[in-house]
Each structure stands twice: as C-alpha cells, then as structure tokens.
C-alpha cells in the first residue's frame, strides 16, 4: 500500500506494509530511512530527515511524560541484575498507587533490559529490575531514562504466572 507520511510538514510517500497485533503502532525500515536520507543523532537525540530538513526528537513527548529515570547513579556488574530506585514524574499523580513498571518501547538497543513488574510507588520513587546483559559493568547514572510507568487503572487484565508450568533450561 503506498501511503504519504507526514513528518512535522513534511510529506513522503512511501510503500508500506500494515500488521495487525504489534506492540509499536508504526515501524520505519531502513528501505524508509535511506528513501527520507534520514540520520540518526543518539547525541542529541534527534532524527533529521531530507538532508536536515525537518528534525524530530526520537523520544515523543507522551513517552517522555511516563518515563521513569534512575533516582541515583549505580553500577550493575556483567551479567548480574539489580532493584534500581526509578523517580516517577511528579504529573502522573501515582504516589500510593500500585503501578505497571516495564521497558521503554522505543528503547531497542539498550544496554541493559527491564523486568516487567507491579510496584508500590512511595513519594514519586519506586523500584524497577535491571538486567546487565553484557560482559562488563555498566553504570546507570542519576537521571538514566530506565522505564515506562503507568497506573494499574489502566490494564485490562493480569494473567498469574503459574509455576507449575516451568520451562526447564538445561545447559
């Protein structure tokens, strides 16, 4: 289906394939990307397309609102796990509230991965798992963008896990 994509005024027509049931309500290729002359800038945060002409922050401004961030710099050793203390943005108004902790959508080539998990939040600040998947010590320092927080209110239901039903892993 060929379709014009609109971004921040700029229009590219583009052949795009539609998908139903995905986690992300749009994906771009890198058929899309070389098309638009795109550039990356994980700097600044930023992606620029048609040679600089329209500039767009990798991070939308509904994502950053419910992005949690580390409330202190910590240092996780290779391959280990650790509970970080993550500051929930004050305007979500979920101090007292159980809420939905898990990694962030657009984060695809983090250095660490985030459990999914229900927490307590006490004073805007709760506790998220994080994952050291590489072979050396990675630092969080205050301030990371480590997670996505939501209410509870807003899930539409919860399956228990039953351990019943465990996979064994043998090495």
């Known amino acids: 289906m060929n379709?014009?994509?609109?971004?921040?005024?700029?229009?590219?027509?583009?052949?795009?394939?539609?998908?139903?049931n995905m986690f992300h309500s749009f994906l771009v290729g890198a058929d899309f990307l070389r098309k638009s002359r795109a550039v990356?800038?994980?700097n600044l945060s930023q992606i620029s397309f048609e040679d600089g002409?329209?500039?767009?922050?990798?991070?939308?401004?509904?994502?950053?609102?419910?992005?949690?961030?580390?409330?202190?710099?910590?240092?996780?050793?290779?391959?280990?796990?650790?509970l970080v203390p993550?500051?929930?943005?004050?305007?979500?108004?979920?101090?007292?509230?159980?809420?939905?902790v898990e990694r962030l959508p657009s984060f695809q080539f983090q250095r660490f991965a985030v459990a999914k998990s229900l927490s307590q939040c006490r004073g805007n600040i709760t506790v998220c798992q994080v994952l050291n998947i590489n072979?050396?010590?990675?630092?969080?320092?205050?301030?990371?963008?480590?997670?996505?927080?939501?209410?509870?209110?807003?899930?539409?239901?919860?399956?228990?896990?039953?351990t019943t039903n465990r996979a064994v892993v043998s090495e």
């Open 3 to 20: 379709l014009p994509i609109y971004i921040h005024g700029l229009i590219i027509n583009h052949t795009v394939k539609v998908a139903d």
């Open 40 to 42: 990356i800038d994980y």
């Open 53 to 82: 002409l329209v500039q767009v922050p990798l991070l939308t401004p509904s994502l950053r609102q419910v992005s949690a961030v580390t409330n202190t710099s910590v240092c996780i050793p290779a391959y280990s796990e650790m």
């Open 86 to 100: 993550i500051k929930i943005p004050k305007s979500l108004h979920l101090t007292g509230q159980q809420i939905l």
């Open 135 to 162: 072979p050396f010590p990675v630092v969080l320092t205050k301030g990371t963008r480590a997670a996505k927080v939501e209410n509870i209110n807003s899930i539409s239901s919860i399956t228990p896990f039953n």
